[in-house]
């Protein structure tokens, strides 16, 4: 019950309308700024071999607190992603380039490069990927499959200014658009929400992209004047494509909805949260009147918990990959790896 407690408000935040703060429509405010964010690129090796990289776009000046840096550079490949893109350190280029070398998770830059050029329009380029040792260098050719758009607001928090602080409203948020009316517009509603009364950071994310599957993650970070940390919420969306249609797609449409496949799921994400030392791990079987979060992925699924949902605030954003042999029996329509 402690654990329903604490994520009630989270789940607030990402369900229902305002209710802390009634900010109006954020994304269409007077005094926004909005700016083209970056954009989700395919990539081919000379080998036909696909990988699929976000870049930031450079972004205006102006922009209040870490606006600016709400994109982020990361990148996959599609044949072995298990639901977390690697993330991308920007280095010292030549105007027009971006150098780019991974992280690992220790933080430390991985032993290689990549190098980008995109064309004038932004939707398409060229790189190359080198690595060290042993030393070797493959050309590759790059096109936008999706663009980000990100908007900026800044005004006077009424709560604040009550406490005699002239800390003000910070709103910020990054998100694909595709130019379907289905998608769009619960991208748009998940990118405008904000309840809290000093800072709001939205952020919905593509997860994959096929021919056949689309998976968005949305989350939030809010704060509160004087709080003593932020709160996360977050949502995931899958949807089918084919046909000219995005068809919103449930959980059961990738793992089977009988009893014997519920508990042989329940029981490897509970086995394996009380491995990470979660505080309440057993809260991590799948509940039959909620949808769970997770990325289907040509491996396997991600599964992904908020703070609060399985374990302490101090224990993060929990995470548990199942792979397709795990589910063996269970498992159905995971998306292609190209």
Request: proline share 7%; hydrophobic share 40%.
């Given at each position: 019950?402690?654990?329903?407690?604490?994520?009630?408000?989270?789940?607030?935040?990402l369900?229902?309308?305002?209710?802390?703060?009634?900010?109006?429509?954020?994304?269409?405010?007077?005094?926004?700024?909005?700016?083209?964010?970056?954009?989700?690129?395919?990539?081919?090796?000379?080998?036909?071999?696909?990988?699929?990289?976000?870049?930031?776009?450079?972004?205006p000046?102006?922009?209040?607190?870490?606006?600016?840096?709400?994109?982020?550079?990361a990148?996959?490949?599609?044949?072995?992603?298990?639901?977390?893109?690697?993330?991308?350190?920007?280095?010292?280029?030549?105007?027009?380039?971006?150098?780019?070398?991974?992280?690992?998770?220790?933080?430390?830059?991985?032993?290689?490069?990549f190098?980008?050029?995109?064309?004038?329009?932004?939707?398409?380029?060229?790189?190359?990927?080198?690595?060290?040792?042993?030393?070797?260098?493959?050309?590759?050719?790059?096109?936008?499959?999706?663009?980000?758009h990100a908007v900026?607001?800044?005004?006077?928090?009424?709560?604040?200014?009550?406490?005699?602080?002239?800390?003000?409203?910070?709103?910020?948020?990054?998100?694909?658009?595709?130019g379907?009316?289905?998608?769009?517009?619960?991208?748009?509603?998940?990118?405008?929400?904000?309840?809290?009364?000093?800072?709001?950071?939205?952020?919905?994310?593509?997860?994959?992209?096929?021919?056949?599957?689309?998976s968005?993650?949305?989350?939030?970070?809010?704060?509160?004047?004087?709080?003593?940390?932020?709160?996360?919420?977050?949502?995931?969306?899958?949807?089918?494509?084919?046909?000219?249609?995005?068809?919103?797609?449930?959980?059961?449409?990738?793992?089977?909805?009988?009893?014997?496949?519920?508990?042989?799921?329940?029981?490897?994400l509970?086995?394996?949260?009380?491995?990470?030392?979660?505080?309440?791990?057993?809260?991590?079987?799948?509940?039959v009147?909620?949808?769970?979060?997770?990325?289907?992925?040509?491996?396997?699924?991600?599964?992904?918990?908020?703070?609060?949902?399985?374990?302490?605030?101090?224990q993060?954003?929990?995470?548990?990959?199942?792979?397709?042999?795990?589910?063996?029996?269970?498992?159905?329509?995971?998306?292609?790896?190209?």
């Amino acid at each position: 019950m402690r654990a329903v407690a604490c994520l009630l408000p989270a789940l607030l935040a990402l369900t229902g309308p305002a209710t802390a703060q009634d900010h109006g429509d954020l994304l269409q405010a007077p005094e926004r700024i909005e700016w083209e964010a970056g954009g989700l690129y395919e990539g081919r090796f000379p080998d036909g071999r696909p990988f699929q990289v976000a870049l930031a776009y450079p972004a205006p000046g102006g922009l209040p607190g870490d606006a600016a840096k709400i994109m982020d550079n990361a990148y996959w490949f599609p044949r072995d992603y298990m639901g977390k893109a690697r993330s991308l350190a920007v280095l010292e280029a030549p105007v027009g380039v971006t150098n780019l070398a991974p992280l690992l998770d220790s933080g430390a830059q991985a032993p290689e490069r990549f190098s980008i050029a995109l064309d004038a329009d932004r939707h398409t380029g060229k790189g190359s990927w080198t690595q060290e040792e042993p030393a070797k260098t493959l050309p590759f050719s790059l096109k936008r499959i999706v663009a980000y758009h990100a908007v900026a607001v800044t005004r006077p928090s009424p709560q604040a200014q009550a406490e005699g602080s002239d800390q003000p409203f910070v709103f910020s948020a990054v998100f694909p658009v595709f130019g379907d009316e289905v998608l769009d517009a619960w991208v748009r509603e998940m990118a405008g929400r904000c309840d809290a009364d000093t800072e709001c950071t939205n952020k919905i994310l593509v997860r994959w992209h096929s021919k056949g599957q689309l998976s968005l993650d949305a989350s939030a970070w809010t704060f509160g004047y004087g709080a003593a940390h932020g709160n996360y919420a977050s949502l995931m969306r899958h949807y089918a494509l084919g046909g000219g249609k995005a068809v919103h797609t449930r959980f059961t449409g990738f793992v089977d909805a009988g009893t014997a496949c519920r508990d042989k799921v329940s029981a490897a994400l509970v086995a394996r949260l009380a491995e990470q030392g979660l505080s309440w791990a057993e809260q991590g079987a799948l509940d039959v009147f909620r949808e769970p979060k997770f990325i289907p992925t040509p491996t396997g699924i991600e599964f992904h918990w908020d703070p609060y949902e399985v374990g302490s605030f101090a224990q993060g954003i929990p995470s548990v990959f199942l792979t397709r042999a795990g589910l063996e029996g269970c498992v159905r329509n995971l998306p292609h790896g190209g």
